[in-house]
Nanobody
């Protein structure tokens, strides 16, 4: 059974780069699925950020494309997210989720990241 676990810095200062990791267990990140990053700011709904499938490059939301990277760490079976030039509006719980077929069928528990000086 696949399990996802996010980890992150907790607190990031404005203008810095936020880096969070999704550790995937029970399945290779090269399985025929897509790994998504989704976030939820406090008091708001879920915002899809982008995905990386087993082949090809990442696909990033247009609103975040200029400052977002999603990439693999193959040695650790991780999917990583980097978000640059953060502001307090990037404060959120960051989730990774597995997309297979036509649904998100596995989620991590999320990691809270707060942007504050």
């Amino acid at each position: 059974q696949v399990q996802l676990q996010e980890s992150g810095p907790g607190l990031v200062k404005p203008s810095q780069t936020l880096s969070v990791t999704c550790s995937v267990s029970g399945e290779s990140i090269f399985a025929n699925v897509c790994w998504n990053w989704i976030r939820q700011p406090p008091g708001k709904g879920l915002e899809w950020m982008g995905y990386l499938c087993n082949v090809g490059n990442a696909y990033i939301s247009a609103s975040l494309k200029s400052r977002t990277s999603i990439f693999r760490d193959t040695s650790k079976n991780h999917i990583n997210l980097e978000l640059s030039s953060v502001t307090p509006e990037d404060t959120a719980v960051y989730y990774c989720a597995r997309y297979s077929g036509s649904l998100f069928d596995a989620w991590g528990q999320g990691t809270q990241v707060t942007v504050s000086s």
